[in-house]
């Protein structure tokens, strides 16, 4: 089972956190300003006394837009004032206009995406407006689901053209509040919360509620932890000699002999993995 202070870290950030994204900032404000035209993007151009030459055009993949006149124009990167100001220099000192007023809008914002995907409430790809970082996009997909395990995964590609991976710790960004974990995101990143995974442990003989306990991935219990979940010793219980029963990678069975009373008098439980057997055998003294 999770830690009480992990649950409950989980439900403040879908909670308060969705209220944060409630706030954020709109298309008008200074966040959107700060967006830069990309590849993809839908814009619509006004011309101010020459609406005839008003344009609706996608920038290319090469960062470039086609208008009347000027031809192609590289609007890659820059802001839509950056743009406007460009587009009146252009419109100029090509003396095609006199005193060019020119409006620059984001109708489609396609090339500054990142997407979340998994334990999260409301999956999808998202805009980056301004400086964007993983707590952030958390608020804004509305926060994690009960079922998150303890990992973030980014899948980043970098310049030339690989990807990298980075891993965050859900415990680092939460619950100790690590700025470090708390990444910026850059256009293209993939954020997939790890979704956590009921998996089953075994746990027979002299135990008073022998059976298959199932536990979460990513919080397999001790070997003392699960015979206390399968009730605890009974009376005849052998704790010198508990057997775990182990499959490994290559399909080997491996076999642990523990001696419970060396754990309880200090010595480190033993770690229990997916698909152990703990068998605790009767002792005949």
Do not use: H
């Not at 870290?9 to 300003?33: E, F, H, K, W």
């Not at 470039?64 to 587009?87: A, F, H, P, R």
């Amino acid at each position: 089972m999770r830690t009480t202070t992990r649950a409950i870290a989980i439900l403040m950030l879908g909670c308060v956190l969705t209220a944060g994204a409630q706030t954020a900032a709109p298309a008008g404000s200074q966040a959107a300003n700060e967006y830069k035209i990309g590849p993809k993007d839908l814009l619509d151009i006004r011309f101010y006394g020459q609406e005839k030459l008003n344009a609706l055009v996608r920038v290319s993949e090469q960062g470039t837009i086609t208008l009347t006149w000027i031809n192609e124009v590289e609007v890659n990167g820059l802001t839509t004032s950056q743009c406007e100001k460009k587009l009146v220099t252009l419109y100029r000192e090509g003396k095609y206009l006199v005193d060019p007023q020119i409006s620059v809008f984001i109708k489609e914002m396609r090339s500054n995406r990142v997407s979340i995907v998994g334990a999260i409430q409301k999956p999808a790809a998202y805009e980056l407006l301004g400086r964007q970082t993983l707590l952030g996009l958390i608020a804004e997909a509305g926060g994690l689901t009960k079922d998150a395990a303890k990992e973030i995964v980014i899948l980043r590609t970098v310049a030339d053209g690989s990807s990298i991976r980075l891993n965050v710790s859900i415990d680092e960004l939460m619950t100790q509040a690590d700025p470090k974990a708390n990444i910026v995101l850059e256009p293209g990143d993939i954020v997939n919360v790890q979704i956590d995974k009921v998996v089953q442990i075994y746990v027979f003989g002299q135990v008073k509620n022998p059976s298959a306990l199932n536990v979460l991935r990513s919080n397999i219990p001790t070997l003392m932890q699960a015979i206390a979940q399968a009730g605890g010793f009974t009376e005849r219980a052998k704790k010198s000699s508990v057997l775990v029963r182990r499959r490994d990678a290559s399909g080997k069975d491996k076999e642990f002999r523990i001696n419970v009373k060396d754990i309880l008098d200090g010595k480190p439980d033993f770690q229990l993995l997916e698909g152990d057997t703990v068998f605790v055998e009767e002792t005949w003294i």
